[in-house]
Structure formats: C-alpha cells, structure tokens
C-alpha cells in the first residue's frame, strides 16, 4: 500500500471506528452476541470500503505521479487519461498541455538546430572552397617565385662564369700585351745593331 492510499484510507477507517465505538459505548449491555458479530463484519466492512475509496483516489494521482516522472526524465510523450471527470480529470489535460507544449517546443529545438547545423555546414563548405582556392593561389605564386629565384641563382651563376671568362680574357690580354712590348723592344734593339753597324760601315 502507498502513501498516498495510506493517507486517504486511514482516516476514513479511524472515523469510522471512533463512530462504531461511540455507538457502542453508549450501553453495551443490552447487545447480544449477534450485535458484535454484526459490528465485526461491519468494521471489515468500513476497512474495506475505505481501502477501495482510497485506492480509487490514489490510483490516479499515481498515474500523474508515474507520468510526471517520466516526462521529468526525458520521455516526451508521456500522456495521462483518466476517465474521472473531476479536478483529477482537469489536472491530466493540464499535464497532457503542458507535455504537448515540451514535446513541441523540442521539435522546435531540434529543427533550429538542424537549420543552423545546415547553415553551418554550407558556410563551413564555402570557407573552405575559399581557403582552398586561396592556398592554390599561394603555391602558385610561390612556384613562380621559386621559378625565378631559380633562374635568378642560374643567371648569377651565368655571370660568374662571364666574370672568371674576362678575367681570363684579361690575363691573356695583358700577357699578349707583355709579349707583344717584348717583341717590339726586341726589334728595336736588333734593328738599332743593325743601323749601328751600318754606320760604323760607313765611317770605316
């Protein structure tokens, strides 16, 4: 037996005791037997009539009660029907709103979340074609820059060589010029002897 049954069949059972007690102690001596037989199977009676009014009253407060709980622990769909028409009645369509309402408004939720998660993704998509076509540009450009930095090292190298080319050009050059000055001096001595001599040929 639950609480809540315990709580409305109690004192229905006690009133009723108190009332039978009352009723008999009013002057027990003139009851026979079969008076208290009848108390008896009244008494069962009222304890049985109390235990059915309270669970009768229970029942559908713990069918809120069971209902609350598993809307509390995330089941959406948690209605309640009773078929009492009393304040009982009212409070189950009150819950059955207020259920309705939640499963709503997380429809609702989880929609939001599907469009922001799909305007998220194709954001997310164009950023990345950007970011792509950007990083494309860039190994682009930098290939181009290794291009040139390439030829640029080749036409350093180029010249260097240009370089180590006039100087050797001008060590020949320069020895040329040496053997040239040498040869020129050489004839000009060898044909200062010869004018010398001549002379001397002369005189003599």
Do not use: C, W
């Amino acid at each position: 037996m639950n609480k809540i049954t315990l709580k409305i069949t109690v004192p229905i059972i006690l009133a009723s005791l108190f009332s039978i007690i009352v009723f008999v102690s009013l002057d027990y001596n003139q009851f026979g037997t079969s008076f208290y037989i009848i108390i008896l199977l009244l008494s069962v009676f009222i304890f049985s009539f109390g235990f059915a009014i309270g669970q009768n009253l229970a029942t559908p407060v713990k069918k809120l009660l069971e209902k609350a709980t598993e809307l509390n622990r995330g089941n959406l769909s948690s209605r309640v029907h009773l078929q009492t028409k009393d304040e009982l009645s009212e409070l189950a369509d009150v819950f059955n709103k207020i259920a309705e309402e939640l499963q709503e408004s997380h429809i609702d939720s989880k929609m939001i979340e599907k469009t922001v998660d799909l305007k998220t993704k194709a954001r997310t998509q164009v950023l990345e074609e950007t970011l792509n076509a950007l990083e494309q540009k860039v190994k682009n450009k930098t290939a181009e820059l290794e291009k040139i930095l390439d030829e640029s090292r080749a036409m350093q190298g180029q010249l260097k060589a240009k370089e180590s080319e006039i100087m050797q050009l001008k060590k020949e050059v320069l020895g040329l010029g040496l053997k040239l000055k040498r040869r020129i001096a050489a004839k000009i001595k060898t044909r200062a002897k010869n004018l010398n001599a001549y002379v001397k040929q002369r005189n003599a």
